[in-house]
């Protein structure tokens, strides 16, 4: 746990969480300034700042996940594509200094933004993890 850390605030749930997935080492859960409905963030649940800090273990495990966010999300919601990313450092445009990576919903003729400033209705947040937590739980990760 790091001291003012949003992400780790949210993992020892004293912040508001949206959850559609967890293992021993990570939690998926929605962000709460989605880009697309059902932008996901896979977190680790150790305090790494950043791929320079984090374990290439934890990493492996945060990517391992990912293929079975982006099968959910693209199977619930049916969208063209899913873009899978992660900021390292200020300059790269990393805002949450939490090791973290991004899964986003993509359809044909979106505009390409990797962050929103509009708040997500927490209405239909709740509905969304609902839909993805379903549905990765749901699926095998090696299927
Ligand atoms: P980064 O810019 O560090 O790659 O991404 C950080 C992400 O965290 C942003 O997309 C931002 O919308 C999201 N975010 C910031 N604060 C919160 C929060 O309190 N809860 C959730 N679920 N996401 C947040
Ligand atoms: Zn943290």
Do not use: W
Not at 58 to 78: C, N, R, Y
Not at 97 to 126: C, T, W
């Amino acid at each position: 746990m790091s001291d003012g850390c949003i992400f780790c605030q949210i993992l020892a749930a004293k912040a508001p969480c949206y959850p559609v997935h967890e293992t021993r080492y990570t939690r998926t859960f929605l962000d709460i300034f989605p880009a697309a409905p059902g932008h996901c963030l896979i977190v680790t649940k150790k305090h790494y700042t950043d791929i320079f800090d984090a374990t290439p273990e934890s990493i492996g495990l945060v990517g391992h996940v990912s293929t079975l966010i982006a099968h959910a999300v693209k199977e619930e919601l049916q969208c063209d594509g899913v873009g899978i990313f992660q900021l390292n450092g200020a300059a790269a445009g990393q805002t949450v200094f939490h090791y973290h990576m991004h899964v986003i919903p993509r359809n044909e003729g979106d505009d390409l933004k990797i962050h929103s400033r509009a708040p997500g209705d927490p209405d239909e947040l709740q509905a969304m993890a609902e839909r993805l937590r379903q549905r990765a739980y749901s699926m095998r990760i090696d299927d």
